[in-house]
């Protein structure tokens, strides 16, 4: 089983990496496969609506981190975003790359990429916003039926850098907690899939706008 965690900072090296070295210890603690996957510190364009997706399978902009990403996704079975707080929100690169890789898997008819794997978020601050931004980034997986697993405190450690935040025992603490409890749902999952437990069958999507 492997996890994919994902570096939503412009820093490669720096605290929301330092963050989910902390998740990724505790995982391969317990036996789970990761990797760490940087969005990079380029610029990565917003969605721009043209749902040139649903036809080609992937994103129209190829020039950028997102498409590389969900084809990593597409193999992995659990996943940790990461991201800086911005302006009490995730950063402006993370909003674009979450809006691409989760709008192209959904219109592209691959909601598999997404669906069923649980996920978690890890929201890195200097020192406020963190609660804003984990509301904000629990709604990608919300609306993809991602079991979001949870930590003894919510998903949050605050530093301005990579040393800094090593210092917040109690949110290093609370990550650890993340890895493991990720570990045991993973290993839940795996235990039903041995024992015949089917995914749910899924309806066909009923699109009611609110103007008719
Ligand atoms: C454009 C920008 C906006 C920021 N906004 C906030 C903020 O709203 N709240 C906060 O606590 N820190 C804010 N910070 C500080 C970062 O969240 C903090 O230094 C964080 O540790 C950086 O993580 P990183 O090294 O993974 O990029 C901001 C930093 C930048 C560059």
Redesign the pocket.
């Known amino acids: 089983m492997k996890v994919l965690l994902v570096n939503g ?3 490669n090296n ?4 330092t963050a989910l070295k902390e998740v990724e210890k505790s995982l391969q603690a317990e036996g789970i496969q990761t990797e760490m996957f940087w969005i990079g510190n380029k610029p990565i364009s917003g969605c721009i609506g043209c749902m040139a997706c649903a036809k080609l399978g992937k994103c129209v902009i190829d020039n950028d981190t997102v498409n590389q990403f969900v084809l990593k996704a597409k193999e992995a079975d659990g996943f940790i975003f990461g991201t ?5 929100a995730m950063s402006g690169l993370m909003t674009s790359f979450m809006d691409r890789a989760f709008y192209s898997a959904s219109c592209s008819g691959n909601k598999e990429i997404f669906a069923f794997k649980p996920v978690a978020s890890v929201i ?6 963190t609660t804003a931004t984990y509301d904000q980034i629990n709604k990608y997986f919300g609306i993809s039926q991602m079991p979001i697993i949870s930590t003894r405190y919510w998903n949050m450690a605050f ?4 040393e800094e ?1 090593q210092k917040d025992e109690e949110g290093m603490q609370a990550l650890r907690m993340l890895g493991k409890n990720m570990a045991y749902y993973l290993k839940c999952i795996e235990a039903g899939n041995e024992k015949g437990i089917k995914k749910p069958e899924q309806e066909v999507v009923k699109f009611t706008n609110f103007i008719r």
């Open positions: 900072s412009p820093h720096g605290t929301t990496f800086p707080v911005h302006y009490a890195c601050a200097r020192r406020a916003g530093g301005k850098n990579g935040v």
